[in-house]
């Protein structure tokens, strides 16, 4: 559509319409009807520590994996898959980070004991801070607008971080998710040109939706990605 929005204005609305839905069919980067462009508002207290923004997607990435802590595979009876079983099967106590579990288990000097287990890395110093201070601030199920813009889009400011919050977790290591590396620059660039990291982000038919185990990400963000993609992901 972004591509195309010229040429709807040089033809016929129903021809438009006519022409856009031929072209989902043959291009699968033309797909959402009413893309966000611009969610303006912030309303991240940059002192807090937002459940959903910050805290769900590094515990799924990391934890909620197969054979790990997913619904099905449950180890230990921990599953690690939303609000209510990090809370209950992590065993956090509001307030108390070194009486949770959870928190005792990222922060464990043993390397056979600590998770995520060895040979995957442990979590790094600051996505261990991350947690601590949620957990400090009362492990609440919160979430703030952390604004989003489609206009001037760019691998670093929006692609990136979408990426490397949401998907590097599963996507690193030597076992990845579907072989496929999500881990820096040239990684992601791969994953856009064989059409597969648009394709489970946008939950398209013949795709694994992405990001798994999870909510899908959020339409303004989708729509970065689609953008990074067709202007031929610049390293910018
Ligand atoms: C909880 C782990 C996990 C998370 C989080 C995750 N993935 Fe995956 N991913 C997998 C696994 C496992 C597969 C293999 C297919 C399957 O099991 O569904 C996969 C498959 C894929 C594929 C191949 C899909 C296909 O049909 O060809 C792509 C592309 C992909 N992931 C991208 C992403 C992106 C982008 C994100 C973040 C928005 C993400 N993944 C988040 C585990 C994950």
Same mark, same amino acid.
């Given at each position: 559509?972004?591509?195309?929005?010229?040429?709807?204005?040089?033809?016929?609305?129903?021809?438009?319409?006519?022409?856009?839905?031929?072209?989902?069919?043959?291009?699968?980067?033309?797909?959402?009807?009413?893309?966000?462009?611009?969610?303006?508002?912030?309303? +991240? &207290?940059?002192?807090? %520590?937002? *459940?959903?923004?910050?805290?769900? $997607?590094? @515990?799924?990435? #990391? !934890?909620?994996?197969?054979?790990?802590?997913?619904?099905?595979?449950?180890?230990?009876?921990?599953?690690?898959?939303?609000?209510?079983?990090?809370?209950?099967?992590?065993?956090?106590?509001?307030?108390?980070?070194?009486?949770?579990?959870?928190?005792?288990?990222?922060?464990?000097?043993?390397?056979?004991?600590?998770?995520?287990?060895?040979?995957?890395?442990?979590?790094?110093?600051?996505?261990?801070?991350?947690?601590?201070?949620?957990?400090?601030?009362?492990?609440?199920?919160?979430?703030?607008?952390?604004? +989003? &813009?489609?206009?001037? %889009?760019? *691998?670093?400011?929006?692609?990136? $971080?979408? @990426?490397?919050? #949401? !998907?590097?977790?599963?996507?690193?290591?030597?076992?990845?998710?579907?072989?496929?590396?999500?881990?820096?620059?040239?990684?992601?660039?791969?994953?856009?040109?064989?059409?597969?990291?648009?394709?489970?982000?946008?939950?398209?038919?013949?795709?694994?939706?992405?990001?798994?185990?999870?909510?899908?990400?959020?339409?303004?963000?989708?729509?970065?990605?689609?953008?990074?993609?067709?202007?031929?992901?610049?390293?910018?």
């Amino acid at each position: 559509m972004i591509l195309k929005s010229g040429l709807k204005f040089m033809i016929p609305a129903s021809l438009a319409v006519f022409t856009m839905i031929v072209g989902c069919k043959h291009d699968p980067f033309l797909v959402p009807e009413n893309p966000i462009v611009v969610v303006p508002d912030d309303s +991240c &207290d940059e002192d807090t %520590v937002y *459940f959903k923004n910050d805290i769900l $997607p590094l @515990i799924v990435s #990391n !934890c909620a994996t197969s054979g790990c802590h997913d619904q099905s595979s449950a180890q230990e009876g921990v599953v690690l898959v939303d609000y209510a079983s990090i809370i209950t099967t992590g065993e956090i106590k509001p307030g108390n980070p070194d009486g949770s579990e959870l928190y005792e288990a990222i922060t464990e000097d043993d390397p056979e004991k600590r998770m995520p287990p060895s040979p995957n890395a442990g979590l790094s110093v600051e996505q261990i801070q991350k947690i601590r201070t949620w957990i400090q601030q009362g492990a609440l199920d919160n979430s703030c607008n952390s604004g +989003c &813009d489609t206009t001037n %889009v760019t *691998f670093s400011q929006q692609v990136w $971080p979408t @990426i490397q919050t #949401n !998907c590097t977790g599963c996507h690193s290591g030597a076992n990845p998710g579907a072989g496929i590396l999500l881990t820096d620059y040239q990684t992601v660039v791969d994953a856009a040109t064989s059409g597969r990291l648009y394709g489970s982000v946008a939950h398209l038919s013949g795709y694994s939706p992405m990001p798994k185990n999870t909510s899908k990400l959020d339409d303004c963000r989708i729509a970065a990605i689609r953008i990074w993609i067709e202007n031929n992901t610049p390293n910018d």
